[in-house]
């Protein structure tokens, strides 16, 4: 077989000339600083080592000291009706809950601290009461100045809400994950051309304006630049989105981070580090994720109610228990009323849902990044699909074959045997509908005709493949048999290659984007459930609108260079529509990123994948109905769970605080403490009813199901 070449038809009618934002995030004292040209960073923010690492570390840790704080408590040795005594079982609860309280509550105190001094109350500042009054009980008690048996309450409410917040913490900061992405598209070194036509290998930071470079076959582009040497075709794909490589000639620009896929060229550098085209990108991804600000969560506004509902209840207890004049019973009752608000299960509300439903995401071939694009999902009412790759396969497959004094099945025969030893994306799909036909014929002499197409020998007669540039060169017109045919198919935006005998055409073979089976069924249920469908592309109006009436997408947006994708997001945004965006590439991630929910296909480019904040691992488009079934049943019973994590409270306090004792109706410490947790249990059983959602549409019952996420991409 020969050298691998690759053949050109630049001047087909196909040519043609990717959660939401992640700004400063206060939720739950988590804060994400951005440096200079947008590449983020995690600070320690509201509190030292507040990060997903620290929280899972933190949680393992206190859970192993909280089984024995627990097995040894006497009230809960009381309830189940065992005993444990040993030397020193006085000093478990003592010892190990001053290391939870300390340690393990170390984020929430700091978190805690930082609210109160930005007058900000929240989740934190009440965990922080909650585990503090708790400690001071506890110790207390074993001081013997006070008479109750928190320890075992303190512990579990650290790990508790340590698992909570570890859990909520892998969705959040993935901003710097999206741009290091991007950065790893270019290479580290380069083959700087000396003025002697030495060639030396250097950092990709060495090089200026004005350097030459060497660009060999399968390798990438260093720097934006010039050609000046050489021609060959370069898979953009990474940058443009679409499949096709594109022919690069002397005086054409290229990118960084493009790939010749053919042959070797020599660049003179224009353009370096952050005036890269590349680096231009990385800086929407930037400015698209900042430019929105995180929804506040509503976990965080129950808490924030829940806080002052709980302080003022706490305080106005105080105040009436010892105008009365008893204040033993004023510190009960205060301790009580705030073990009853201690938000065990407004902690796990929207955590413990969200691990379900995400859990159901990936079993469904959905992979979720950011819980807050699953929970906006349910509101979006227009999906905006990138075309190549994600309505279609982003490979191109013959559609069409014409024969001129020969049928079509010796044509595909024929050329199936020219193309043979090409590894060009279009050769590759002729070859396999030719070999779907039968055996292809046996060719010689292969011949790559730069920028033309390939030549071969078979059975003693030359044949060639190529397109409209080739029949210039050889001065051929196209026969009356194929021209209406080619007509046709050009109208549609389709690439059109000849056949070639000797000095005629003899066939004439059609070949386009293959539309994914997939893709109609999506856009018929999204229509069925009120969305809007807009299918965006660099193509040329024809294509677009080709494969735009094919799947009845509702508006077309065709001949868009890359950098302006993200403006159509805006665009769009603008015409008060909430916008969910669908791609692939690495022109789709500053879209992405500027969308309201950000939706990657999984077998896409890392970019896209790290700015999205759903992945379609399956690629399938049809996921997208899923995703909305699951956003909807996973809000509802995340409000459900607010409502009694936070509307028990209401009923519990005024019991708490002794409002009732006139009737005989009172609250001790402990039973407050097993109506939390009660409380923690319903919670828990509610969310576990998500896994009863049915996410697949009634219709694709019967067929087999998404393979589920196998490849973690993020945290």
Request: hydrophobic share 45%.
């Amino acid at each position: 077989m020969a050298p691998e070449q690759h053949h050109t038809h630049s001047d087909t009618a196909a040519d043609h000339s990717s959660g939401d934002g992640h700004g400063p995030d206060h939720h739950a004292g988590h804060e994400v600083r951005r440096g200079e040209g947008g590449h983020g960073e995690h600070t320690a923010g509201k509190h030292a080592g507040h990060h997903t690492e620290a929280f899972r570390q933190r949680f393992w840790w206190c859970l192993a000291m909280t089984i024995p704080v627990v097995a040894t408590s006497h009230m809960v040795m009381d309830w189940f009706g065992y005993g444990l005594d040993f030397p020193g079982i006085e000093w478990v609860g003592p010892i190990l809950g001053s290391v939870i309280f300390f340690w393990g509550g170390w984020p929430f105190l700091e978190g805690g601290r930082r609210e109160l001094k930005d007058r900000q109350p929240g989740m934190m500042l009440l965990i922080a009461m909650a585990i503090t009054v708790a400690y001071v009980a506890s110790m207390a008690t074993s001081l013997d100045a006070f008479d109750l048996d928190f320890w075992w309450e303190l512990a579990a409410l650290v790990t508790i809400m340590l698992l909570g917040h570890w859990q909520e913490m892998r969705a959040l900061g993935q901003a710097q994950d999206a741009l290091a992405a991007l950065a790893a598209l270019l290479p580290d070194e380069a083959e700087r051309v000396g003025p002697d036509g030495t060639v030396e290998s250097v950092a990709v930071d060495e090089l200026q304006r004005g350097d030459v470079v060497l660009v060999r076959s399968g390798a990438r582009v260093p720097a934006d630049g010039e050609i000046i040497e050489g021609s060959a075709e370069l898979d953009e794909s990474m940058i443009t989105g679409e499949s096709k490589p594109v022919t690069k000639e002397r005086g054409d620009r290229v990118v960084a981070g493009t790939v010749s896929t053919d042959s070797a060229i020599r660049v003179r550098v224009d353009a370096v580090g952050e005036e890269t085209a590349l680096a231009g990108i990385q800086r929407l991804v930037a400015e698209a994720q900042s430019s929105q600000s995180r929804a506040q969560v509503l976990a965080d506004r129950a808490a924030a109610l829940l806080f002052y509902v709980a302080t003022g209840a706490a305080a106005i207890t105080a105040v009436v228990w010892v105008a009365l004049g008893d204040t033993d019973e004023a510190v009960t009752r205060v301790v009580t009323v705030l073990v009853i608000s201690c938000p065990h299960a407004l902690g796990l509300a929207i955590p413990l849902t969200t691990s379900i439903s995400s859990a159901l995401a990936a079993s469904n071939g959905i992979l979720v990044k950011d819980r807050l694009a699953l929970e906006q999902s349910r509101t979006v009412d227009t999906f905006l699909f990138d075309k190549t790759g994600t309505l279609t396969k982003g490979a191109h497959t013959v559609v069409g074959v014409a024969g001129a004094g020969i049928d079509e099945d010796e044509v595909l025969r024929v050329a199936g045997g020219v193309e043979s030893d090409s590894e060009h994306p279009l050769a590759r799909a002729i070859v396999a509908a030719a070999r779907d036909r039968g055996p292809i014929a046996p060719a010689s002499e292969f011949r790559s005709i730069t920028g033309r197409g390939v030549e071969a020998t078979i059975d003693g007669t030359a044949y060639a493949v190529g397109g409209p540039a080739l029949l210039r060169e050889r001065s051929l017109t196209e026969p009356d048999a194929l021209s209406e045919w080619s007509s046709r198919w050009r109208d549609r935006g389709a690439s059109v290659l000849y056949l070639t005998r000797d000095d005629a055409i003899v066939g004439g073979i059609a070949l386009e984007d293959e539309i994914r089976p997939e893709a109609r069924h999506a856009v018929d249920e999204l229509h069925t459930m009120d969305r809007r469908v807009v299918m965006i592309t660099g193509d040329a109006r024809q294509v677009a609108d080709a494969v735009g009436a094919d799947l009845g997408i509702d508006e077309v947006m065709a001949e868009v260079l890359p950098e302006d994708k993200d403006a159509k997001v805006a665009e769009l945004q603008a015409r008060d529509l909430k916008v969910a965006m669908v791609g692939d590439g690495v022109n789709d991630a500053p879209a992405l990123a500027r969308a309201d929910v950000g939706i990657a296909i999984g077998a896409g480019t890392d970019v896209a994948i790290e700015s999205a904040g759903l992945i379609l691992a399956s690629s399938d488009p049809r996921a997208v109905v899923s995703i909305i079934r699951l956003s909807k049943a996973a809000y509802r019973k995340s409000l459900q769970n607010l409502w009694w994590a936070a509307g028990y409270n209401v009923l519990a306090i005024p019991i708490a605080a002794g409002a009732l004792i006139w009737a005989g109706i009172t609250m001790p410490p402990a039973v407050a403490a097993i109506l939390m947790s009660v409380s923690t249990i319903v919670v828990a059983l509610n969310a576990q009813l998500l896994r009863r959602v049915e996410l697949r549409p009634p219709e694709l019952a019967d067929q087999p199901a998404p393979q589920p996420v196998e490849k973690a991409v993020a945290s």
